[in-house]
């Protein structure tokens, strides 16, 4: 069963633009992670934000953290091109050593 | 080089045939994990080992057996591949270490079809 969902499941964007993703998780949590997919290829990884912080930046990423709502998000701004991909929340529970994978937000940048 | 590496990339195969996806790394990592996507869908854990003597199945290990060669090496094998077994595959690694957040490292993925 899968812990995290991404809500959009597809966001359609102009280059320029900031694009916003969200995630959703049901149990308590160690780190919560994000990973963007080139389409066919490989899972490649981003930020992770710790169950203690309540957000974190990456270059052009914005992630925030709300365990209270056992949600977090992903902003990034100034969207280009390249930033097409499929982008995956993943969370991992307590103690537990493995990643739960969300079905993914695809994201469309138009030039 | 890539860090994480797959074998082969594609393949084409039969409804039961056995097949073996090998995955090799080269980031001296103990965790090594295989996936399943399919289209659509998130990853799905088959199996997880944090070392070679430690194998453990994941969500949807039936159908699949995996080998931990060395500490470099993980394969998965299709004891009898079916239909419903294509998908795209995906070996993982992660660090151990007391303060490790398990952030994993992909390889490029192998394309199943079982026909």
């Known amino acids: 069963s899968q812990q995290g969902e991404e809500d959009p499941q597809a966001l359609s964007i102009q280059e320029g633009e900031n694009a916003t993703m969200n995630c959703s998780y049901k149990?308590?949590?160690?780190?919560l992670q994000w990973y963007r997919q080139n389409s066919g290829r490989g899972l490649v990884h981003l930020i992770l934000?710790?169950?203690?912080?309540r957000e974190k930046h990456s270059g052009r990423l914005r992630v925030t953290l709300d365990t209270s709502k056992k949600s977090s998000s992903l902003l990034i701004t100034a969207s280009r091109a390249a930033d097409t991909a499929s982008y995956f929340c993943?969370?991992?529970?307590?103690?537990?050593?493995?990643?739960?994978f969300g079905k993914g937000t695809l994201l469309t940048v138009n030039p | 080089d890539a860090d994480v590496t797959q074998t082969p990339r594609n393949r084409i195969t039969k409804t039961g045939k056995r097949i073996m996806l090998e995955c090799s790394q080269t980031?001296?990592?103990?965790?090594m994990y295989w996936y399943r996507q399919d289209p659509g869908l998130g990853l799905q854990l088959i199996y997880y080992?944090?070392?070679?003597?430690?194998?453990n199945k994941g969500e949807i290990s039936d159908g699949y057996s995996v080998s931990r060669q060395a500490q470099a090496k993980f394969s998965l094998s299709l004891e009898s591949a079916i239909p419903n077994q294509t998908a795209l595959y995906f070996c993982?690694?992660?660090?151990?270490?007391?303060?490790?957040?398990?952030?994993?490292?992909f390889g490029p993925g192998t394309r199943l079809t079982v026909l």
């Open positions: 993943a969370t991992k529970p307590g103690s537990n050593y493995k990643l739960t």
């Open positions: 980031k001296g990592h103990d965790r």
């Open positions: 934000i710790r169950s203690n912080e």
């Open positions: 993982a690694t992660s660090e151990t270490s007391g303060n490790s957040y398990n952030e994993q490292f």
């Open positions: 080992s944090f070392d070679v003597k430690d194998i």
């Open positions: 149990t308590s949590i160690n780190n």
